[in-house]
């Protein structure tokens, strides 16, 4: 599976992106999704998963209520929909794929059960 990441910029404080991970080479529509971010001088962080139907999501604490995950299986497609934005949400944005279907936080919260990996995505917030 190859995973091709994209939407990243510059925005002001309060404003909004979408971010894409375009999936080739094999179907997602079995894997479970997340996006992880990595500020500098920082380790990688998880900040949401979606399983692989779609019907359940998880969130970093501070994102919740700002940032949506969501899937397009037909189109190969996950989002990371991102309003509200914050200085502190600046990093690089990595999506990456779980063949591990189980919903557990240990499978969908850390970097180890996921396979394959985005090249990233710069998000940058000004204050």
């Known amino acids: 599976v190859q995973l091709q990441a994209s939407g990243g910029g510059l925005v002001q404080a309060g404003g909004s992106l979408r971010l894409s991970c375009a999936a080739s080479?094999?179907?997602?529509?079995?894997?479970?999704m997340g996006w992880f971010r990595q500020a500098p001088g920082k380790e990688r962080e998880f900040v949401a998963a979606i399983n692989f139907r779609g019907d359940s999501t998880a969130y970093l604490d501070s994102v919740k209520g700002r940032f949506t995950i969501s899937r397009d299986n037909a189109k190969n497609t996950v989002y990371l929909q991102m309003n509200s934005l914050e200085p502190e949400d600046t990093a690089v944005y990595y999506c990456a794929a779980n063949p591990r279907t189980s919903w557990r936080y240990s499978f969908y919260s850390s970097t180890a059960p996921y396979d394959y990996w985005g090249q990233g995505t710069q998000v940058t917030v000004s204050s």
């Open positions: 080479g094999r179907t997602i529509s079995t894997y479970t």
